[in-house]
């Protein structure tokens, strides 16, 4: 069955990096787009990045510059690297197959 399975959240400092891990099983991972997506508490949940089949890469205006998408075909994984955090990237971050209706449950990120 399908699965999306992310890692690598945790409390970082204003200014520090982390890198996000989203591991797809059950489906073409490499034919569909992935993505980033974010939710933080009282506010809608926002796409961050994506990764098209074609490795086109896109990204929210917030994030442009500080963050980089990335995929592994061979290994099935996402990956989100986060530079030069802010507090206002903080909460749960989320990988998708959005077309697919495919969801990871989430991963949380605190900026403090």
């Known amino acids: 069955h399908v699965q999306l399975v992310e890692s690598g959240g945790g409390l970082v400092q204003p200014g520090g990096s982390l890198r996000l891990s989203c591991a797809a099983s059950?489906?073409?991972?490499?034919?569909?787009?992935m993505a980033w997506f974010r939710q933080a508490p009282g506010k809608e949940r926002e796409g961050v990045a994506a990764?098209?089949?074609?490795?086109?890469?896109s990204y929210a205006d917030s994030v442009k510059g500080r963050f980089t998408i990335s995929k592994d075909n061979a290994e099935n994984t996402l990956y989100l690297r986060m530079n030069s955090l802010k507090p206002e990237d903080a909460g749960m971050y989320f990988c998708?197959?959005?077309?697919?209706?495919?969801w990871g449950r989430g991963t949380q990120v605190t900026v403090s």
């Open positions: 998708a197959a959005e077309s697919a209706g495919y």
């Open positions: 059950g489906f073409l991972y490499g034919s569909v787009c």
């Open positions: 990764i098209d089949s074609d490795e086109t890469e």
